[in-house]
């Protein structure tokens, strides 16, 4: 039995190196489908690729549009593609899951973000480590594993769904309330995000997203002593943030294994301000006092952290600059909360690709923590199923960033990793034991 497996397994390396190019080439037909979030462009092309190869390699495959979600229109449709493939016997299922969508290019590229560039080992595009490549080496490991004959037991099953960037609601937020992510049609649930080839990604901080308004009187800009300006109390509240609240941030530490180390304590970034006139407009402004301006903040937090403190450390300095500063008022909004979660060590998932880590690459995997958000959080919270990891191929830092890429070796070292995992979770005639 041990030979038969360790023969499988050989077969099923080899198989894979030799799909390099499909590997490569499927790759860079995603990266040329440019599925832009916001505003969620042309998602039904990518979905109806990839619903398209697995049909022809026999996967029953869904689209699930999530009418209603944020962003969803027909000129913007949130289509999400979901495939799945019985074994002869039954037995348990592990899910592939990944994310369509991109964010914007930016500036700053030297390549075509959307053009496929392959160089020096390299497959260059937005979204080509975030995460196209790790769709692609799952797609490529599952369909090896079958190549060869080793879906004896259980269930694979793909998705391809949508708007992960702006927060999964249209996506694996909407599968997961419909029980895409739930027992007992899933059990193991792997989402290739680029965490590096050699890690296990166990979970994720928690984030809170919230718009603090505040609120002055519009008067003639040469008598200013006349309004009351709210841009100046929003410099009074981005000092107490800046002064206060940031070193109390820095030394809250954190046992999750949080990478990269500068994430591993609490932290926030203000993301957006907005205050006084509208500056998209050709003609020179007129001379007003603010009377609004507007901060989005986005605060992750650490598993020891309770949610409620999270949001009465930014309550406390307002409720404190409204008692102490003068004509200072304001509203807060909740944008977007998600808590923490994190996946224990010793769970199933867990395990198996952390052993198949340690024989592709030869090296023990390393168990980390993702300073971001990503789709676990539905599949933990919504579907309750608590057997989720992130594992993919592309590094981290490189998400979001002009020239990302992602590494062809490690495209084909992950796709063995995702491959070899699977035929241990599914059991079957060729499953380990761990
Ligand atoms: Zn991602």
Same mark, same amino acid.
């Given at each position: 039995?041990?030979? &038969?497996?360790?023969?499988?397994?050989?077969?099923?390396?080899?198989?894979?190196?030799?799909?390099?190019?499909?590997?490569?080439?499927?790759?860079?037909?995603?990266?040329?489908?440019?599925?832009?979030? #916001?505003?969620?462009?042309?998602?039904?092309?990518?979905?109806?690729?990839?619903?398209?190869?697995?049909?022809?390699?026999?996967?029953?495959?869904?689209? +699930?549009?999530?009418?209603?979600?944020?962003?969803?229109?027909?000129?913007?449709?949130?289509?999400?593609?979901?495939?799945?493939?019985?074994? !002869?016997?039954?037995?348990?299922?592990?899910?592939?899951?990944?994310?369509?969508?991109?964010?914007?290019?930016?500036?700053?590229?030297?390549?075509? #973000?959307? =053009?496929?560039?392959?160089? &020096?080992?390299?497959?260059?595009?937005?979204?080509?480590?975030?995460?196209?490549?790790?769709?692609?080496?799952?797609?490529?490991?599952?369909?090896?594993?079958?190549?060869?004959?080793?879906?004896?037991?259980?269930?694979?099953?793909?998705?391809?769904?949508?708007?992960?960037?702006?927060?999964?609601?249209?996506?694996?937020?909407?599968?997961?309330?419909?029980?895409?992510?739930?027992? #007992?049609? /899933?059990?193991?649930?792997?989402?290739?995000? !680029?965490?590096?080839?050699?890690?296990?990604?166990?979970?994720?901080?928690? /984030?809170?997203?919230?718009?603090?308004?505040?609120?002055?009187?519009?008067?003639?800009?040469?008598?200013?002593?006349?309004?009351?300006?709210?841009?100046?109390?929003?410099?009074?509240?981005?000092?107490?943030?800046?002064?206060?609240?940031? #070193?109390?941030?820095?030394?809250?530490?954190?046992?999750?294994?949080?990478?990269?180390?500068?994430?591993?304590?609490?932290?926030?970034?203000?993301?957006?301000?907005? =205050?006084?006139?509208?500056?998209?407009?050709?003609?020179?402004?007129?001379?007003?006092?603010?009377?609004?301006?507007?901060? /989005?903040?986005?605060?992750?937090?650490?598993?020891?952290?309770?949610?409620?403190?999270?949001?009465?450390?930014?309550?406390?300095?307002?409720?404190?600059?409204?008692?102490?500063?003068?004509?200072?008022?304001?509203?807060?909004?909740?944008?977007?909360?998600?808590? !923490?979660?994190?996946?224990?060590?010793?769970?199933?998932?867990?395990?198996?690709?952390?052993?198949?880590?340690?024989?592709?690459?030869?090296?023990?995997?390393?168990?980390?923590?993702? !300073?971001?958000?990503?789709?676990?959080?539905?599949? +933990?919270?919504?579907?309750?199923?608590?057997?989720?990891?992130?594992? =993919?191929?592309?590094?981290? &830092?490189?998400?979001?960033?002009?020239?990302?890429?992602?590494?062809?070796?490690?495209?084909?070292?992950?796709?063995? +990793?995702?491959?070899?995992?699977?035929?241990?979770?599914?059991?079957?005639?060729?499953?380990?034991?761990?």
């Amino acid at each position: 039995m041990r030979s &038969d497996t360790d023969a499988a397994t050989s077969q099923l390396f080899r198989r894979i190196e030799v799909r390099r190019d499909d590997l490569v080439a499927l790759t860079q037909d995603l990266i040329r489908i440019p599925t832009v979030n #916001p505003p969620g462009d042309v998602y039904t092309d990518c979905a109806e690729l990839i619903g398209r190869r697995l049909t022809a390699r026999g996967f029953s495959v869904e689209y +699930v549009r999530a009418e209603g979600a944020a962003g969803d229109s027909d000129r913007y449709p949130r289509t999400n593609v979901v495939a799945r493939i019985e074994a !002869p016997r039954p037995g348990p299922c592990v899910h592939f899951n990944g994310h369509i969508d991109v964010v914007p290019a930016g500036q700053g590229w030297t390549v075509d #973000p959307f =053009g496929g560039v392959v160089k &020096d080992g390299r497959v260059y595009g937005r979204g080509a480590c975030d995460m196209k490549g790790g769709i692609a080496a799952s797609i490529v490991a599952v369909e090896s594993l079958l190549e060869e004959g080793l879906l004896t037991a259980g269930a694979l099953e793909i998705s391809g769904t949508v708007d992960e960037e702006s927060g999964g609601y249209g996506g694996v937020g909407h599968l997961a309330k419909l029980g895409y992510f739930s027992r #007992p049609r /899933v059990d193991h649930v792997i989402i290739p995000e !680029p965490l590096n080839v050699d890690r296990v990604c166990i979970g994720h901080r928690g /984030v809170w997203w919230a718009e603090i308004e505040t609120k002055g009187r519009v008067a003639h800009g040469s008598m200013p002593f006349l309004g009351n300006c709210a841009v100046r109390h929003m410099g009074a509240v981005l000092h107490r943030i800046e002064t206060e609240l940031i #070193p109390r941030l820095a030394a809250k530490r954190t046992d999750m294994p949080v990478v990269p180390e500068g994430a591993r304590q609490s932290t926030i970034n203000i993301n957006a301000i907005h =205050g006084g006139q509208r500056e998209d407009h050709d003609g020179l402004p007129s001379p007003m006092v603010p009377d609004r301006c507007r901060m /989005v903040i986005d605060r992750r937090y650490l598993i020891e952290e309770d949610p409620e403190a999270v949001r009465g450390e930014i309550v406390a300095i307002l409720e404190d600059l409204r008692r102490s500063r003068p004509g200072f008022d304001y509203e807060l909004r909740e944008v977007l909360a998600f808590l !923490p979660t994190m996946t224990d060590a010793d769970a199933p998932v867990v395990r198996a690709v952390a052993a198949a880590i340690e024989t592709v690459l030869g090296r023990p995997a390393q168990h980390v923590v993702s !300073p971001g958000t990503y789709d676990q959080k539905h599949v +933990v919270r919504v579907g309750q199923l608590k057997d989720c990891i992130a594992y =993919g191929p592309g590094i981290l &830092d490189l998400a979001h960033q002009p020239d990302e890429w992602v590494g062809i070796e490690d495209m084909v070292q992950s796709a063995q +990793v995702m491959a070899l995992a699977t035929l241990g979770l599914l059991g079957g005639d060729y499953g380990l034991r761990f």
